[in-house]
């Protein structure tokens, strides 16, 4: 499969009781839309977050920064790079990749942007929520 784009973007609510928080946007397999989490904490390549799966986003959204519809706040981009399937157990293929079904129970992509950059697998907890988190390097390897 052929590297997809993602982006982070930190979203700041005006005065809004949900403060900030981090849309991460993957580029989907079909390359028409971006799959969209949402971040209550910023993520990093020592951090476990959790990951609300929300509404896809349109592909604008890998370049857009500044005002939220509504007036409801501002996004701007944090990170971002390039995503790919990464092998992980059960030989997860993105054929199989259907979110909004109960399979796969986790997903392992390997991120090269400046924030996420290595592997990381997105285990499913409940219909929508999901894990991030970084997975511990292959043994023999850097």
Known sequence: MQDKRFVIQEHSACGGPEGVHWDLMLESASGGS??????PAGASDRSVVLAERIFDHPLR???YEGPVQNGTGRVRIVD???WSAGGGEGGFQMADWDLDSNRPSAIHLVFD???LHGAFALTRISETEWRLHREPPLAGSR
């Open 34 to 39: 971006l799959t969209t989490f949402r971040l």
């Open 61 to 63: 959204f890998l370049w």
């Open 80 to 82: 971002r790079g390039t």
């Open 113 to 115: 942007g400046a924030v």
